[in-house]
């Protein structure tokens, strides 16, 4: 029996069914690594790492990734692990079209067969921007290999004559003051100038800084990390610590079967209502839980938020970002701050549980990070789920970012079924639309749009800035960015595409919304709805060929994290047929 050979049965890792395998296959596998300048003894019951890297230029909040890897990989050599970075597709929400959540599916398959059909024992994923991070916790989950996950972090602070500038809630802001004639053409484009001025994502409490927040308080991220600025020196520590954890990772068989429990799902919802979090958390946390088996449903994220107030006041939701936000205690000060409203008991990648990860964790500003008897927004703020006739299986809007004003509204609907033909029409100054109408925008959801884009938040109509309106009630199927506000209702179910009844609203009719009573109604008979459904069906999004005519055909409704059907639910990453 060669040396090789041996181990296999003592190893008790997986890449010793390519490395230590008999004979040829593991000569093969062997010897074309070395071309790599690897020595003997990589291959030796070591465990194989890797290194999951969502870097791209195209994708500007993960363009630093690859520095990041650098430092993982030499976390994992020093700990007697061998480290093998690879790439995945990488999707960034400030350039992809139609929408980076049509690739997020991708991205997390991707990961998951380039995990199944390679040595790999553990590996440690890098992302960041507002899709790779659900997409690559997906993908992970449904092999449920010993699997830690990093952020880049978010950008520093904007700063433009004197103001804080955040990105993506300044845009929406600002581009509406130009759209009114009050800010200048020069004004914007020096604002847009000192708006990202360093590496990292969104720095305001958009999608970016939620899902890293959550993907630690889940504890697929290692405790302290997920708000660091992404050129904070410590997150480089962080992530050479990250490459020495994983391989322990693998020693212990800590796996995210055990980590993604129930209770952990229900602490990162309860900590998305304190943080003001993104809507967008919603979709994907829905995603992740049917791929472990966890059961989830809407509602869940309507009946564990209402008890928990708002405590972080960061843009869109308040007036800093997250660059403030670290400094004055990060994750670790609202941990502390929810007392038993969290599990605790919960585990995280460090092997440690909730309680004992954030033990002593202090908070030192508490004008960021509020009291909870004195909160920046009372319980209840969070994001609320509605039903109705328009919704009869959910929608959702963000409370925290909302105008109050707007909360129990009844209006005119003014209805689209075009994005680009609603931005043209709402430049024009004859409009015929009244700051008391509901603005309406529906073929939108993830068929059919595809993809489920971030435009229900509609720009205001012109006429309406000049009139000096600053909010009105929106509907959509589609989603929003996590760093826009208004009164903005969301993720309507079913999507009108599908023929929900949302394809049924006609410009006139009245819609009553209450979200305290969480009720969303269209004032039209069942029998006129299914009328007008019968005699003016939906007109579906037509995907002729590839990935997107796989995602039309499979994608799941909104309301069970736009999935696909047939990646719901994991299996054990065993080791594939020979090649050979």
């Known amino acids: 029996m060669s040396a090789h050979e041996g181990p296999v049965a003592t190893s008790g890792l997986r890449s010793a069914g390519w490395f230590q395998a008999p004979s040829k296959n593991g000569i093969l596998h062997r010897s074309w690594l070395r071309s790599e300048g690897l020595p003997d003894d990589s291959f030796d019951g070591r465990p194989v790492i890797g290194v999951a890297t969502s870097w791209s230029e195209l994708t500007p909040c993960n363009a630093h990734l690859r520095e990041v890897a650098e430092h993982v990989k030499r976390g994992v050599w020093q700990a007697g692990g061998v480290p093998f970075e690879f790439p995945t597709a990488s999707i960034g929400e400030t350039m992809v079209r ?22 790999i024992d553990g590996v440690v994923l890098l992302a ?4 790779t991070t659900p997409a690559y916790l997906m993908g992970a989950a449904s092999t449920d290999l010993p699997s830690l996950l990093i952020t880049g972090g978010p950008m520093l602070n904007g700063r433009w004559r004197g103001q804080t500038v ?4 300044s845009v929406w802001r600002m581009t509406e003051e130009h759209r009114a004639g009050r800010m200048t053409d020069a004004d914007l484009a020096e604002a847009e100038s000192c708006m990202s001025r360093s590496r990292g994502h969104c720095m305001t409490m958009g999608t970016a800084s939620t899902m890293a927040l959550l993907t630690e308080t889940l504890g697929m991220q290692m405790p302290g990390t997920a708000e660091l600025p992404a050129d904070d020196a410590r997150r480089r520590t962080a992530s050479h610590l990250a490459g020495r954890r994983i391989v322990d990772m693998v020693a212990e068989d800590l796996r995210p079967s055990a980590i993604l429990t129930r209770e952990a799902f229900e602490n990162a919802i309860r900590v998305n209502a304190a943080i003001g979090g993104s809507t967008n958390a919603v979709v994907h946390l829905l995603a992740l839980s049917r791929r472990v088996g966890v059961p989830l449903d809407l509602d869940d994220f309507d009946r564990l938020a209402r008890e928990v107030p708002t405590l972080v006041d960061v843009m869109p939701s308040g007036r800093f970002l997250m660059e403030d936000f670290a400094y004055a205690g990060g994750l670790g000060a609202v941990v502390a701050q929810l007392h038993d409203l969290l599990h605790r008991q919960t585990i995280g990648v460090s092997g440690r549980s909730l309680a004992e990860a954030y033990a002593g964790a202090q908070r030192w500003d508490a004008e960021v990070i509020r009291d909870f008897d004195a909160p920046f927004q009372p319980a209840g703020s969070g994001t609320a789920v509605l039903r109705g ?18 909360m129990v509204h009844r209006g005119r609907a003014v209805v689209w079924d075009d994005y680009e033909a609603y931005l043209r029409d709402a430049d024009d100054p004859d409009l015929d639309v009244e700051r008391d109408d509901i603005l309406v925008l529906r073929g939108a959801g993830p068929k059919g ?6 435009i229900a938040n509609l ?35 079913p999507e009108s595409a599908v023929g929900g009844p949302l394809a049924a ?60 059907d047939f990646l719901v639910g994991a299996e054990t990453a065993i080791i594939p047929r020979r090649s050979q």
């Open 166 to 169: 955040g990105s993506g809630t």
């Open 389 to 406: 006739n328009l919704a009869p299986r959910g929608c959702v809007v963000k409370q925290s970012a909302a105008s109050p004003d707007l």
């Open 98 to 119: 139609p929408s980076a959540m049509l690739l997020r599916n991708l991205v997390a398959m991707d990961l998951e067969e380039t995990l199944r059909g390679n040595p």
């Open 459 to 493: 720009p205001l109509p012109a006429k309406m800035l000049a009139a000096g309106v600053t909010d009105m009630v929106r509907i959509s199927d589609a989603r929003m960015s996590g760093t826009s506000y208004g009164t903005v209702v969301l993720h309507v179910c």
């Open 449 to 454: 749009y595809p993809g489920m884009p971030e």
């Open 505 to 564: 609203v006609r410009t006139g009719d009245l819609i009553e919304l209450d979200v305290p009573g969480r009720r969303l109604h269209l004032d039209v008979s069942d029998e006129e709805i299914e009328r007008r459904l019968v005699t003016e069906p939906p007109r579906p999004w037509q995907a002729r060929r590839g990935y997107q005519r796989l995602y039309v055909d499979h994608v799941l409704q909104a309301d069970e994290g736009a999935d696909f």
């Open 128 to 131: 960041g921007c507002d899709k």
